[in-house]
């Protein structure tokens, strides 16, 4: 059989684990912004995996109608296109709330599914519609969580609380905490739709005493950090003894994570679904004993 992961470093790595071979994806921008990815070889095989991973400098456009072009090409040479979008983007507009909303976390997988067979994604933030309805084709969305709470083998489950910013991120913590079993609080968080500002309901929080305790906010992604910088602030006042943060997605890249760094965390681990120089976690690995497991590849 002949089997091949198409993409850039993060595919290459996924490869090396999967022992496939490996197909890199040479660009070209031209001056009015239209893009060219070229196969830097054009086989034809069995299987492929499509995965790229989003650039810090790259528009979020761009690089998804890079990845439309590719699916396509692909669907030309091989039998059975994959794709892995390690980051999904447009998943917050899932409804329509006001009239004449657009439904891009639908459409965006109305296009994808055209050219690929099988879609893999990392923590799609899965708000009120789950990945199986979106997708019309075999859908995947991974959580890591776990792989991030490997991490945090040094801390000590029993003088540590693990804390959800909000509602959306008890399944987050959830998984963060199947094999790390310490205390966790899910808090309730309100924004002001006039100015846009948080409001966080810590009732629940008077059930477990912070004080002299390692504190882990555990959510799917941090842009500007706002959410996770104010319940750290909170926390803190709480007389916890350390903060960490845990997190898949950084959004803004080594910016989002250098803002978190002003407060002198005790420790940060994320992944590399997009690009940053910051990661504890790659992907590869875990996203290869998952491919394994469902028996897809």
């Not at 070209?28 to 995996?49: A, N």
């Not at 439904?103 to 923590?123: G, H, M, R, V």
């Not at 094999?179 to 609080?185: D, H, L, S, V």
Request: hydrophobic share 40%; glycine share 4%.
């Amino acid at each position: 059989m002949k089997n091949f992961v198409v993409g850039d470093n993060l595919g290459k790595n996924l490869a090396n684990h999967l022992n496939w071979r490996f197909i890199k994806i040479e660009e070209r921008i031209f001056p009015d912004g239209e893009i060219q990815p070229r196969l830097s070889k054009e086989e034809k095989g069995d299987k492929t995996i499509l995965i790229l991973q989003k650039k810090t400098k790259e528009n979020i456009n761009a690089y998804l109608f890079k990845y439309f072009l590719l699916a396509r090409k692909l669907k030309n040479l091989f039998s059975t296109v994959i794709g892995i979008m390690p980051y999904f983007p447009y998943a917050r507009q899932d409804d329509e709330f006001r009239k004449g909303e657009i439904l891009s976390s639908l459409y965006l997988a109305e296009i994808l599914e055209k050219n690929l067979d099988i879609f893999l994604t990392i923590s799609l933030h899965e708000h009120r519609k789950k990945i199986k309805e979106l997708f019309k084709i075999p859908a995947y969305n991974l959580s890591f969580f776990s792989e991030l709470a490997k991490e945090f083998k040094n801390f000590e489950p029993k003088t540590t609380v693990v804390i959800g910013p909000d509602s959306e991120a008890k399944n987050f913590v959830n998984d963060f905490c199947k094999n790390f079993p310490a205390e966790k609080i899910i808090l309730n968080k309100k924004r002001n739709v006039n100015s846009g500002k948080l409001n966080f309901s810590f009732n629940a929080a008077k059930l477990i005493n912070f004080k002299g305790k390692e504190a882990i906010i555990v959510d799917d992604m941090t842009s500007a950090g706002d959410t996770l910088l104010e319940v750290a602030e909170i926390i803190k006042k709480m007389g916890v003894k350390s903060i960490s943060f845990a997190f898949i997605h950084s959004i803004l890249g080594d910016d989002s994570v250098k803002k978190l760094k002003k407060i002198n965390p005790k420790k940060i681990v994320l992944t590399n679904t997009l690009e940053n120089s910051f990661f504890s976690v790659d992907i590869t690995k875990p996203l290869t004993e998952y491919l394994k497991n469902i028996k897809i590849i």
